[in-house]
């Protein structure tokens, strides 16, 4: 079975473009979360796509984020006019009904380098 | 929200036993899981604690006392291979269930 993916694996772009990533979490997992990962850091939580609820979008760092999905399929996270402290890897989770003994599964994320 | 710590850095030694710590606060715990994260690589599930006591898995074991706020992952017989950073995470239902991540605890292994 397939797991997590994400796409592009890398994306090198300069200042002040969009980026869009995505993410295509495990068939039949409702719960998706999108996070941020500095070099040598933690988990940066951006945003939680949980069933048909409204999303929690506490984590996203700025109006320049936005994130859709699409029923309980594919996401999308949009960078609008990227700045150099955008570069990280950008990492998606999906789970199966958030219950709660089940546990997030990662893709492989997206490494992100504005130049 | 929630506030979760752990230390930033451990060192050990191979063929050692080595325990992380993880303290929580938040309102509606409910689950925790420990994460391993190798250099470059996505985070991958270790264990999962809901109730109070250990969990044993091989040479990995976590522990919580939800009375306080209080979790560990004890790594047995250690191996290079276990250098990593291990990141604590509690669910909690008050925030929809959301699972929140602390810092890491990045592991170097020494022969």
């Known amino acids: 079975g397939a797991g997590v993916s994400q796409s592009p694996s890398n994306k090198v772009t300069e200042k002040g473009k969009d980026v869009e990533l995505r993410c295509d979490p495990i068939?039949?997992?409702?719960?998706l979360y999108w996070y941020r990962q500095r070099l040598g850091q933690g988990l940066e939580f951006l945003i939680y796509f949980q069933g048909n609820s409204a999303p929690d979008k506490s984590g996203l760092p700025s109006d320049r984020f936005s994130a859709e999905r699409t029923g309980e399929s594919v996401s999308t996270l949009t960078i609008q006019r990227t700045q150099q402290e955008d570069s990280a890897v950008y990492l998606c989770?999906?789970?199966?009904?958030?219950?709660?003994?089940?546990?997030?599964?990662f893709g492989d994320g997206t490494r992100l380098s504005i130049l | 929200g929630q506030n979760i710590d752990q230390p930033t850095e451990m060192t050990a030694t191979e063929g050692a036993i080595v325990q992380i710590n993880c303290t929580y606060q938040t309102s509606g715990f409910n689950g925790l899981f420990w994460y391993q994260q190798h250099a470059g690589e996505a985070p991958t599930f270790l264990s999962y604690n809901v109730l109070d006591g250990l969990e044993e898995k091989g040479r990995f074991s976590s522990f919580l006392s939800r009375s306080k706020g209080y979790s560990y992952l004890l790594l047995k017989e250690l191996q290079m291979k276990d250098s990593a950073s291990y990141l604590c995470a509690v669910r909690d239902q008050n925030a929809g269930n959301m699972l929140t991540f602390g810092g890491g605890t990045r592991l170097m292994v020494k022969p």
């Open positions: 989770a999906s789970s199966y009904r958030d219950r709660e003994d089940q546990p997030q599964h």
């Open positions: 068939s039949g997992h409702t719960a």
